[in-house]
């Protein structure tokens, strides 16, 4: 209990420092309603406000009214799925918030970022919300469809540091590494901060569409015609592809809010109770192979729990997907709000490799 305690402390306090970023850039705006929201869903069936406990609808209300409020004052996306587990839930909308809206990224670089992930997923949910953020942002629409169709898009289309955001993040959603080349030349066009925040960002949006593509989440009945299929399924051999040129270690960047939030949020789950070492280790094993190409050692010996764990995880990070079996096994053993943990552990264990690969080194986990 007092790890806890202390884990929760240190989240609060990175988490602080990035909503007071958003705060002091997004003006006070009246408070919205929740009351009559009802949520959506195919897996976890949409949850109305009337359903919600106290935990969740304190979750829902964060969520609302906030910086996302600009775009999104339904809570459509992921959060019927991370009000499952409130806290966590709560945790992983703060910090999403404070990624995008903290950045210093251009609208058009915060979607060029989002685009790899939800391409890179085929998460069709994200795309039909992003895709339109693109446009608005001034994007070409011959860059988001060649993009939606698996092609190049023509990076002439673009400005130097737009172009250089889609780099950066389109190589390490599809290599996972970043070669030395974009490593150059997008850190001397971006910066420091923005460099690190475009990566961070394309990260946090896998978290986002694993976590609808797990749910299945649906388009909204009023999505135009045509709009479920816009985004072109990517064959197996498309998910992965070795790095186009050198990968050399670097000296490691300054470590920002985002780093000590992120590792916060996974010590925090590391100290979730309901989550056993082995289940840990399980994730972290998945994880470590989509990373690094290469298969740890197996444990000598783990529970039914972990070989759920260990199958619902490479499944997901292997196929972007899950398919009724391996889902309601997962469900079974974990329950709503365990599982929830489990995907949140995939997704922050992720962030992490992120911050390393641009730093041109293999993943590392310590829960492995």
């Given at each position: 209990?007092?790890v ?50 106290p ?15 600009v ?7 992921p ?14 909308q ?29 998460s ?16 070409p ?14 990076l ?16 390490l959603?599809?290599?996972?590494r ?10 001397a ?11 961070t ?17 649906p ?55 309901d989550l ?9 094993h ?6 690094n190409?290469?298969?740890?050692a197996a444990?000598?010996a ?16 292997a196929?972007r ?29 992720n ?18």
């Amino acid at each position: 209990m007092l790890v806890r305690r202390v884990v929760c402390a240190m989240l609060g306090v990175a988490l602080t420092a990035l909503v007071a970023r958003v705060s002091a850039q997004t003006p006070p705006a009246q408070k919205l309603p929740i009351e009559q929201i009802q949520l959506r869903g195919d897996r976890f069936h949409g949850l109305s406000y009337a359903e919600m406990t106290p935990e969740q609808r304190v979750m829902l209300d964060h969520t609302v009214n906030s910086a996302r409020a600009v775009t999104n004052t339904t809570a459509n996306g992921p959060f019927n799925v991370l009000l499952r587990s409130p806290e966590i839930g709560d945790l992983v909308q703060q910090l999403g918030n404070s990624i995008r809206f903290a950045s210093g990224l251009t609208p058009a670089q915060r979607e060029l970022a989002t685009l790899a992930a939800g391409r890179a997923w085929t998460s069709r949910y994200e795309w039909y919300a992003h895709a339109r953020y693109a446009a608005d942002a001034g994007i070409p629409a011959a860059v988001v469809d060649a993009i939606a169709a698996g092609r190049a898009p023509d990076l002439g289309a673009l400005s130097k540091d737009e172009a250089l955001t889609w780099r950066l993040a389109e190589e390490l959603m599809f290599t996972r590494r970043v070669t030395d080349a974009t490593y150059h030349d997008a850190l001397a066009a971006l910066g420091e901060q923005r460099f690190t925040a475009a990566a961070t960002l394309a990260a946090h949006y896998e978290l986002v569409s694993m976590t609808l593509n797990v749910d299945r989440y649906p388009l909204p009945s009023n999505a135009p015609p045509g709009a479920a299929e816009a985004l072109a399924a990517l064959p197996q051999s498309a998910l992965y592809r070795a790095p186009a040129g050198p990968v050399t270690a670097r000296p490691a960047l300054p470590t920002t809010d985002y780093d000590r939030a992120i590792e916060a949020l996974r010590a925090r789950l590391r100290a979730d109770g309901d989550l056993p070492d082995d289940v840990r280790a399980a994730v972290s094993h998945a994880v470590l192979y989509q990373w690094n190409r290469m298969r740890p050692a197996a444990d000598a010996a783990h529970s039914k729990m972990a070989g759920v764990a260990d199958r619902f995880a490479s499944e997901l990070l292997a196929t972007r997907a899950v398919s009724d079996e391996t889902f309601a096994a997962a469900r079974d053993a974990f329950g709503e709000r365990r599982l929830v943990n489990v995907i949140v552990l995939i997704g922050a264990s992720n962030l992490h490799c992120a911050k390393l690969a641009l730093a041109g080194n293999a993943c590392s986990l310590d829960d492995h």
